[in-house]
T-cell receptor, first 115, second 115 residues
Framework: GAVVSQHPSRVICKSGTSVKIECRSL??????MFWYRQFPKQSLMLMATSNEGSKATYEQGVEKDKFLINHASLTLSTLTVTSAHPEDSSFYIC???????????FGDGTRLSIL | AQSVTQLDSHVSVSEGTPVLLRCNYSSSYSPSLFWYVQHPNKGLQLLLK??????LVKGINGFEAEFKKSETSFHLTKPSAHMSDAAEYFC?????????????FGAGTRLFVKA
């Protein structure tokens, strides 16, 4: 149980392209979903927290116009990297959880490479 | 303030020998504690969790961790390392307070297993 599916697993695209990443909880309803960015050999950096039907809460320093988050249902959240540039290349990971004191369940991540 | 410290950035063991990955935390409130494992280019997989029940927590793949409040520690152990255990391990603290629920990731410990 508690499977989170993240798609696509890998994206390679040209600078200026917008890229959408999907995160789905397959067998549970997630009250909260999280989006992380991970640089090589580093820990996860929380970008934003999203709750179904409300606006995402972005961490300090994360541009909300650059990283658009939509959480349309209890099982789906999307992250759109708008007009991506090479510095946006990274490993993006989503997670979801049912309630506050329970563990987060992670997707397999998306490797984004902007040329 | 809440924090989590993984005392070793990397640990190297021989196959068949015990594994010890150290984690200390600080929290003003009773925290929930988790250990996750991350294999290359993958998301995080939950190994085990502590949520104020038994202080010795058994997880998957033979791992276990002991919550020691007096030492503010939650070290991860395994009696005998396998080659497949080579990965990055993250200690995570999660707790609620008047400001909402916060999850803090440790910096990670890379485990190397030698044949």
């Amino acid at each position: 149980g508690a499977v989170v599916s993240q798609h696509p697993s890998r994206v390679i695209c040209k600078s200026g392209t917008s890229v959408k990443i999907e995160c789905r909880s397959l067998d549970f309803q997630a009250t909260t979903m999280f989006w992380y960015r991970q640089f090589p050999k580093q820990s996860l950096m929380l970008m934003a927290t999203s709750n179904e039907g409300s606006k995402a809460t972005y961490e300090q320093g994360v541009e909300k116009d650059k990283f658009l988050i939509n959480h349309a249902s209890l099982t789906l959240s999307t992250l759109t990297v708008t007009s991506a540039h090479p510095e946006d290349s990274s490993f993006y990971i989503c997670s979801a959880k049912v309630q506050d004191n329970q563990p987060q369940h992670f997707g397999d991540g998306t490797r984004l490479s902007i040329l | 303030a809440q924090s989590v410290t993984q005392l070793d950035s990397h640990v190297s063991v021989s196959e068949g020998t015990p594994v010890l990955l150290r984690c200390n935390y600080s929290s003003s409130y009773s925290p929930s504690l988790f250990w996750y494992v991350q294999h290359p280019n993958k998301g995080l997989q939950l190994l085990l969790k502590y949520t104020s029940a038994a202080t010795l927590v058994k997880g998957i793949n033979g791992f276990e961790a002991e919550f020691k409040k007096s030492e503010t520690s939650f070290h991860l152990t395994k009696p005998s390392a396998h080659m497949s255990d080579a990965a990055e391990y993250f200690c995570v603290v999660s707790r609620g307070n008047t400001g909402g629920f916060k999850t803090i990731f440790g910096a990670g410990t890379r485990l190397f297993v030698k044949a």
